[in-house]
């Protein structure tokens, strides 16, 4: 059972086309920015890749990026979808013709798709790292690449990635994964610099530790008193500032890495 809080309907993004990656899951980080940036007027088209969730505990039931899709058409706005596995090389350029395609040139651009497994150093692999390399890194920076050379919009593009606080402190059952993410934090810096003249912002959201279906009771006992405002993340407060950092106000904000983990204790 899921709970998702209203967005408020303000308008902002009205006429504007977003694309939300990773977005298989009713209760995950990717419809909660999909319903954000909907809730402001945004036009969405969102990826999700079933058999990644299907092989989660937090598993997704079959129906739910339809689900949310009918969700978001109820929000004024028009909603597309596709199901996609970004390890492919020619991906992001199928995911954009697919975009141009059916809702136009978008002007918002979210990466939320990610591969994670636990892998301590004792079971870290080449084939393990490759796949976690081909969503996290490879994905990521040829999708960035592609909007930008599309993007003719001369001033409005944003690109926005999830990242997971790899630079706060360690991950140690979870290698491949730290790895990657971090790798992201550096490519948000150096992309945001190479198409600023663009008109392209580029930043980065650590959401930090959030509930979206895979914490335990146990977890949330134990992660708790390293939350200091006293309650775990809700994927609707990464939601909220992905929405901000997909607004005009941020138009003078680039190559930043921002920490929206409510002062969680990294340590």
């Not at 890194?137 to 001369?154: D, H, M, P």
């Amino acid at each position: 059972m899921w709970v998702t809080r209203t967005m408020r309907n303000r308008g902002g993004l009205r006429g504007r086309i977003a694309v939300v990656t990773g977005v298989g899951r009713l209760q995950g980080i990717g419809a909660a920015v999909c319903r954000a940036l909907a809730a402001d007027g945004a036009d969405i088209f969102f990826t999700y890749w079933t058999p990644y969730d299907r092989a989660m505990p937090w598993s997704a039931a079959p129906d739910e990026p339809a689900m949310l899709e009918e969700e978001l058409a109820r929000l004024g706005v028009r909603c597309a979808r596709m199901e996609l596995d970004l390890s492919r090389p020619e991906a992001p350029e199928t995911l954009l013709d697919a975009v141009e395609q059916q809702l136009g040139p978008p002007s918002i651009l979210v990466k939320n798709a990610c591969d994670s497994d636990l892998d301590g150093w004792d079971r870290l692999d080449a084939a393990g790292l490759d796949v976690h390399y081909a969503v996290n890194v490879r994905a990521t920076v040829l999708l960035s690449v592609a909007f930008a050379r599309r993007f003719r919009g001369g001033s409005g593009g944003r690109i926005i990635n999830l990242t997971s606080g790899q630079s706060r402190g360690p991950m140690p059952k979870e290698i491949a994964y730290a790895t990657t993410k971090g790798a992201i934090d550096a490519f948000t810096v150096a992309f945001a610099a190479a198409v600023a003249s663009r008109g392209i912002t580029v930043n980065a959201v650590n959401p930090g530790p959030t509930d979206t279906g895979w914490m335990t009771e146990q977890v949330k006992a134990e992660l708790l008193p390293r939350f200091p405002m006293g309650r775990v993340g809700q994927p609707e407060d990464a939601a909220r500032l992905i929405r901000f950092l997909a607004s005009d106000e941020v138009e003078w904000i680039t190559g930043q890495i921002l920490h929206s983990d409510g002062g969680f204790r990294y340590a």
